[in-house]
């Protein structure tokens, strides 16, 4: 999943910069300016899903349990963020 997420992404990267390079009116798209934050998303949730999984009932030992718990907590407030901000990269650099 990891691996898809990152081709993925990249591809989109890649497109979008070959379309800026070439004046191309597809780079001002809706979808291609929502696409980040809709990704970002939906990728963060599945990954919250894992980690509350993991934290509940899969993880192998206590410590495990325990950080992936910690780790799902990180990951919910970085879906709020994302959903307030509409930005994958809510905060601020």
């Known amino acids: 999943m ?3 997420c990152v081709v993925t992404s990249y591809a989109l990267f890649l497109v979008c910069g070959v379309w800026m390079m070439r004046g191309s009116a ?3 798209a809706r979808w291609v300016k929502i696409a980040p934050w809709i990704t970002a998303k939906v990728l963060t949730l ?3 899903i894992m980690l509350g999984t993991i934290a509940l009932k899969r993880g192998k030992t206590r410590r495990v349990r325990i950080a992936a718990w910690l780790a799902a907590q990180v990951v919910f407030f ?7 901000t509409h930005s994958p990269l809510p905060w601020p650099g």
């Not at 970085?78 to 307030?84: E, F, K, M, P, Q």
């Open 78 to 84: 970085y879906i709020v963020a994302v959903a307030l």
């Open 26 to 28: 597809l780079l001002s």
């Open 46 to 48: 599945i990954a919250y």
């Open 2 to 4: 990891h691996v898809i």
